[in-house]
């Protein structure tokens, strides 16, 4: 089991930064792969960054150049920062947690707002 907490959402101007933040339950390094999710008012939920237990990114094209996530294995706890915020980035962001044992387990935050908005 993971229990998952986001915090540092909020509403910023375009062309604004957030940094969101999810604390784990437990050591992240006996997770496998940890990420951020994102779902905006009638549309999915759509992968917006991930990292891997041993230190690999990847990114959604939407948001790469502009956002970076990263990890503290000391606090358990993954980061992914926004710079250069669009109004399209608008949503709910969720954060993730797999676990690879004979199958993918998916664990999942509650959720944190982001709004981007003059």
């Known amino acids: 089991q993971v229990q998952l907490v986001e915090s540092g959402g909020g509403s910023v101007q375009p062309g604004g930064s957030l940094r969101l933040s999810c604390a784990a339950s437990?050591?992240?390094?006996?997770?496998?792969?940890m990420g951020w999710y994102r779902q905006a008012p009638g549309k999915q939920r759509e992968y917006v960054a991930g990292?891997?237990?041993?230190?690999?990114?990847n990114y959604a094209d939407s948001v790469k150049g502009r956002f970076t996530i990263s990890r503290d294995n000391a606090k358990n706890t993954v980061y992914l920062q926004m710079n250069s915020l669009k109004p399209e980035d608008t949503a709910v962001y969720y954060c993730?947690?797999?676990?690879?044992?004979?199958?993918?387990?998916?664990?999942w935050g509650q959720g944190t707002q982001v709004t981007v908005s003059s």
């Open positions: 993730n947690a797999a676990v690879f044992t004979t199958r993918v387990v998916d664990y």
């Open positions: 990292i891997t237990d041993d230190g690999r990114t």
């Open positions: 437990r050591n992240i390094l006996s997770i496998n792969a």
